[in-house]
Each structure stands twice: as C-alpha cells, then as structure tokens.
C-alpha cells in the first residue's frame, strides 16, 4: 500500500526541491504521466519510451493548440476565450474545460471566504 501512497502523493516536497536545470524541464509531464497511464491499467513503472512518446504527443497538441489560439485573437496574445473557441466542436474536451474552470472559481471563492474568516478572527 506504501507504493499507491507514494505514487498518489503531493509534489509540494517536489515542489520544494525545484531546481532550473533544463533536464527537469525537459520531463515537466512525466510524473503526471506516469500515475495516468497508472489509471489505465498499465504497469506503475511503464517503459521511459512510452513515457517519452506520450509526452511528446502532449506538448506537440499544447504546442500546436497555443499557436492556433494566438492566430484566433488578438495579435500576439492568447486568452481563454480563445482556447474555448478552438475546443468548441469536440464536446469531451468543452466539458472538461467548462467543468474545471467552475472548479477553479469554487475553490477561489472558498479561499476567499477562509482568508476572510482567518482576518476576522
């Protein structure tokens, strides 16, 4: 049980011990990675190749998707409508996006609320 602890667990330790070495950069997606393909029933320790296919699958699509919203609005400049407009006929991906940008406003109203009841005590 330890081995699901520590494959689910919080990077804020990770976060911690960032460094800037490229190399770190270079793998940004990995871990994450790592625990989803997890989720889909592969091996907890999947081959290094599979992991640098899939990540390369995935900066290629952010990368392309980027370039295609900054084409979309304004010059030189991307914004979330954009990303919505881009993502609008396929509807798994809308959802997911409207879903956690309301997830997002949740938590920063809860945030809110607390640091509010924290200052008044």
């Known amino acids: 049980m330890d081995d699901d602890e520590d ?9 911690k011990d960032k460094s800037t070495n490229p190399e770190d950069k270079k793998h940004a997606l990995r871990r ?4 989803m393909v997890y989720g889909f029933g592969d091996d907890k320790e999947p081959y290094d190749k599979t992991l640098d ?6 900066l ?9 919203a900054m084409k979309v609005g ?4 991307m914004a ?13 991906k ?14 920063k109203k809860a945030r809110k609320q607390f640091e509010d009841v924290k200052a008044g005590i």
């Open 7 to 15: 494959l689910f667990s919080s990077d804020t330790e990770d976060d």
């Open 32 to 35: 994450d990675l790592r625990t």
């Open 53 to 58: 296919v899939l990540e390369a699958i995935v």
């Open 60 to 68: 290629n699509y952010i990368k392309e998707l980027c370039q295609l």
């Open 74 to 77: 304004k010059p030189d400049r």
């Open 80 to 92: 979330l409508e954009d990303i919505h407009y881009l993502i609008r006929r396929d509807p798994k």
């Open 94 to 107: 809308f959802s997911r996006v409207k879903d956690l940008l309301s997830m997002s406003e949740e938590l």
